[in-house]
């Protein structure tokens, strides 16, 4: 089973990529998140031609995320439990055995501002959620956008990215090692212990080409998963294309 998460930075402007992964790469699962679409926009026809069932939360312009499958998901749920909030940053459903939750964690915008106290209410409200399901569901995979670097080998610049940035701050770090402490695993760092490996340029000062990047993009998997767990990489491919997401495709494939 191959499942993968991908921050497509608005679904109106990259369908046509999205098709194109999708035919050449073949996932099972596909976690979205910046769909930017609203649910009556979503071309969730078009994905059925490839051979995906759609679910999804939207909203105009922000936001959105989605769950592609080529099972039928089942046991949808929109948001996260107990944290009241108009953006639509989660969606979860079960596919086949396996539980998956799709994540567009709040960017945070800059430590000490309003929008990084509500990352951290968001994280925490988030932590609280993770703990049932992981208790209900012993196959379950976490995966997103997250907004943050795990370490210093997921940033290409420690001394910048460091412990009072934003996507990197120890609040934000600790925030994701609560979750991991959930008995979580970051199915990337399994099988690579490498840094230097991201998932996420931006636009300007030609990043991409200098690889002036962050791994944010991940695929948490719980226990028992884990010995199941037998590959995990980043599709830096989509990325080179025109008119591309600021983020590439992060994926894991799960041995049955």
Do not use: C
């Not at 769909?35 to 490839?50: N, R, S, V």
């Not at 509500?118 to 997103?144: C, N, S, Y």
Request: proline share 5%; net charge negative.
């Amino acid at each position: 089973m191959k499942i993968a998460s991908w921050n497509v930075n608005s679904l109106n402007v990259r369908l046509p990529h999205l098709e194109q992964w999708l035919r050449a790469f073949g996932p099972d699962v596909v976690g979205l998140q910046e769909t930017k679409l609203e649910d009556h926009k979503f071309p969730d026809t078009a994905l059925a031609g490839l051979g995906y069932r759609s679910v999804f939360s939207g909203q105009k312009t922000y936001n959105g995320v989605a769950i592609l499958a080529r099972e039928e998901p089942r046991d949808v749920l929109v948001g996260v439990p107990g944290f009241e909030h108009e953006h639509r940053r989660a969606i979860s459903a079960t596919i086949g055995g396996t539980r998956i939750i799709n994540l567009y964690v709040v960017n945070g915008q800059d430590v000490g501002t309003d929008k990084y106290e509500l990352k951290l209410q968001w994280l925490a409200a988030v932590h609280e959620w993770l703990r049932e399901e992981a208790r209900a569901h012993p196959h379950l995979v976490v995966l997103g956008d997250f907004n943050i670097a795990p370490d210093e080998r997921d940033v290409h610049d420690p001394a910048v990215w460091n412990d009072t940035h934003i996507l990197t701050s120890a609040p934000e770090r600790a925030a994701l090692r609560d979750l991991l402490a959930l008995g979580l695993h970051d199915g990337y760092r399994l099988l690579h212990e490498e840094g230097g490996q991201f998932s996420w340029w931006d636009y300007r000062q030609a990043a991409f080409r200098r690889n002036l990047g962050l791994r944010i993009d991940l695929t948490l998997v719980s226990e028992a998963l884990r010995a199941r767990t037998v590959a995990a990489g980043i599709d830096r491919e989509p990325r080179t294309w025109e008119r591309p997401s600021d983020h590439a495709p992060a994926w894991i494939e799960l041995a049955p």
